[in-house]
């Protein structure tokens, strides 16, 4: 049986030790299970199922993580990867590591006016939008397969660049499929909308 997590740890220093004990790293929902599971006092202990609860443990959880990714970057100590589906702990290597890394989401999570002033609403509002920026991801990734752009770094000449070669091969007027050519023709209007500069 895993021993509770000590009571007199703040929640950062928790999430620490369940990292320290995952090397490999866990996903949000992992940690937040194990954080349950060995009864840390900071995050609800209330089911997930209601959407308040959700974002509420989500944001302290990740309120939490940025802190200490902070912390661990100010003292040199080792480098915090906080994904949507793993985190981590690397070595610490001095430099751009840090760069790549979303300030936006950090400036979020780290203004606990968030925590406190949203509504059940506006929870509704953010899943909305989430599941919104999925579809478009999902259509993306649909019209850049069709493409066979998959699998390597895309830009928007190299876009052009395959349509022209897809409707020269795909064109009715030399054999091809006025369905496929529609097919092409919507996909190279979704990838504008992505990769095409104002």
Do not use: C
Request: aromatic share 8%.
């Amino acid at each position: 049986m895993t021993p509770d997590l000590d009571p007199s740890l703040d929640l950062t220093d928790q999430l620490l030790q369940l990292l320290q004990e995952a090397p490999d790293g866990l996903s949000e929902f992992q940690l937040i299970q194990q954080l349950k599971a060995r009864h840390s006092t900071h995050v609800p202990n209330l089911a997930l199922t209601d959407k308040l609860v959700l974002f509420r443990t989500h944001f302290l959880v990740f309120n939490a993580l940025y802190r200490l990714r902070d912390r661990l970057w100010a003292e040199s100590a080792a480098h915090l990867e906080i994904g949507p589906l793993q985190i981590r702990l690397s070595p610490y290597m001095s430099g751009a590591q840090a760069l790549g890394e979303q300030d936006t989401l950090r400036t979020y999570y780290l203004d606990e006016r968030h925590l406190k002033e949203t509504t059940e609403r506006d929870v509704e509002k953010l899943l909305e939008s989430f599941w919104t920026r999925m579809q478009g991801n999902e259509e993306k990734a649909a019209a850049l397969a069709l493409f066979e752009l998959e699998d390597g770094p895309v830009d928007y000449a190299l876009i052009k660049l395959r349509y022209r070669q897809l409707v020269s091969q795909h064109h009715p007027d030399r054999g091809g499929s006025t369905t496929r050519l529609q097919s092409i023709n919507k996909a190279m209007e979704i990838l504008e909308r992505y990769y095409s500069r104002p």
